[in-house]
């Protein structure tokens, strides 16, 4: 179990947003069954309930296209996809964040710019770490193996502490999630529950 210093703790929240989590969402089809399986997006409101008073960092990324997605050069695999259904698209609904999270107000911090899979290119994440003094990274959100796989390895090569928690994730299938939970998260992070996570800090004293 890592230990956490509130004060130097950020929670890192990832595609959040009404493609995904939403049933009428261009992507919500692909995550749906992880998402249930996992109850990603009930233990990660739960997580946000029990830290909201204490001094964690809570960060949210969300992904958003232009209309011409002139971002995407030659787009294969996922992102090709993501432009052909034209999801995350500036202006459109899938693109929003979940009103679950949109509830917090400021008490989230949203850093924009995402336009790939890693949380940290091309938006102030790291300076906003920096500011903050953080050196231990929590993540939550999807695709598992995808933005989670990307933003936590390149977390860890910055050096920070990265946790990852398993039911607040989510990936294509329920398979995939247990693979990368199981075999290959542990190999530069942490892996933890929710409950695990909101238990480490209440009995850690900031």
């Known amino acids: 179990m890592p230990h956490f210093t509130p004060s130097q703790t950020a929670l ?3 595609g959040f947003q009404k493609d995904y989590f939403d049933p009428k969402g261009a992507l919500y089809s692909v995550v749906e069954e992880s998402h249930r399986v996992s109850g990603t997006l009930e233990h990660t409101i739960e997580t946000l309930n029990n830290i909201s008073e204490s001094p964690i960092t809570i960060v949210n990324t969300p992904i ?3 209309e011409t997605y002139k971002e995407i050069e ?27 999270i949109k509830k917090y107000g400021e008490r989230i911090k949203t850093i924009p710019g995402k336009k790939g899979f890693n949380a940290f290119s091309n938006t102030d994440l790291k300076k906003l ?21 990307a933003t936590a390895l390149y977390a860890k090569d910055q050096g920070y502490e990265v946790t990852i928690l398993s ?4 990936s294509r299938t329920p398979l995939e999630q247990e693979m990368f939970c199981d075999e290959i998260f542990p190999l530069f992070a942490d ?16």
């Open 129 to 149: 770490l920096t500011d903050e003094n953080i050196n231990q990274i929590v993540i939550a959100g999807c695709v598992s193996s995808l933005c989670i796989n």
């Open 167 to 170: 039911d607040c994730t989510s």
């Open 12 to 14: 890192v929240l990832i």
């Open 74 to 100: 030659n787009p294969t695999g996922i992102l090709k996809a993501i432009k052909e259904i034209e999801a995350f698209k500036e202006g459109t609904e899938g693109a929003e964040v979940i009103a679950e």
């Open 191 to 206: 892996v933890i529950t929710h409950t695990d996570f909101i238990d480490a800090i209440k009995n850690m004293p900031d």
């Open 64 to 66: 958003v296209f232009s």
